[in-house]
């Protein structure tokens, strides 16, 4: 079974989210991953969770002054949490002017026929279930019963789209819905995960990786 990757979240141990501060700090870390957003200003990208104001700075990041400080840490892998449609072939190609494209990982809005026109195996893909379940949390929250349906859904549609993880929200990976998607072959990736009971349940499960803002916990849980 392979280790589970711990992935710090943007903002995580009370940096600021989609921040120079909080990659500078999650380079220096054991984790696998730092997961940022990822938006179109114009014809620039940038780190923003929301829509970022041209005239204010302080609202962005541009992504290859990120991608230059990633730079320094050669094992640390990139989740590009993408926010709006049609950045998957631009983001790879600013990763590939550094030569950071084999340690991309996409989640957020994915779509699986525009990865096909990307270089075969040249991205890792978490595909966030609320992308291809309609409503699927609050579906969820609602009617547990719900559950291993949309996994079953999920699972069918990484299959057919040649897709290796899915994206979820912590609360939906249950043991049945964990279950469901082992025996499909399909990882796992759980976000944002806040408490150590949940990070020791998941690392004992072998999900593929859990996204955290607490990561100096997690990797003490997970004896890092």
């Known amino acids: 079974m392979m280790k589970t990757m711990i992935t710090a979240h943007s903002g995580a141990d009370n940096t600021k989210d989609n921040s120079m501060q909080f990659?500078?700090?999650?380079?220096t870390t054991k984790a696998d991953a730092l997961e940022m957003d990822i938006r179109r200003m114009n014809d620039t990208l940038v780190i923003s969770h929301d829509e970022p104001d041209p005239n204010n700075p302080s609202t962005y990041t541009d992504l290859s002054v990120v991608f230059l400080a990633i730079r320094r840490n050669p094992s640390i892998r990139i989740?590009?949490?993408?926010?709006?449609?049609?950045?998957?072939?631009?983001?790879?190609?600013?990763?590939?002017?550094?030569g950071l494209e084999k340690r991309l990982i996409y989640s957020g809005t994915v779509s699986i026929d525009r990865m096909k026109s990307l270089p075969e195996n040249s991205i890792t893909v978490f595909l966030n279930i609320e992308?291809?379940?309609?409503?699927?949390?609050?579906?969820?929250?609602?009617?547990?019963?719900?559950?291993?349906?949309?996994a079953e859904?999920?699972?069918?549609?990484?299959r057919d789209g040649n897709?290796?993880?899915?994206?979820?929200?912590?609360?939906?990976?249950?043991?049945?819905?964990?279950?469901?998607?082992?025996?499909?072959?399909?990882?796992?990736?759980?976000w944002t995960v806040k408490e150590e009971e949940e990070m020791k349940r998941f690392l004992r499960d072998g999900v593929t990786n859990i996204t955290t803002r607490n990561?100096?916990?997690a990797l003490k849980t997970a004896g890092r």
């Open 215 to 217: 990561l100096s916990l």
């Open 131 to 150: 992308e291809y379940v309609p409503d699927v949390f609050n579906r969820c929250a609602q009617d547990p019963s719900f559950i291993p349906e949309a």
């Open 23 to 27: 990659i500078n700090y999650a380079i």
């Open 79 to 98: 989740n590009c949490d993408l926010k709006q449609p049609g950045l998957e072939a631009p983001v790879l190609e600013a990763a590939e002017k550094l």
């Open 163 to 190: 897709i290796p993880v899915v994206n979820t929200n912590y609360l939906i990976a249950t043991e049945q819905f964990l279950t469901i998607c082992r025996k499909n072959d399909i990882g796992v990736s759980v």
């Open 153 to 158: 859904r999920i699972c069918s549609i990484c």
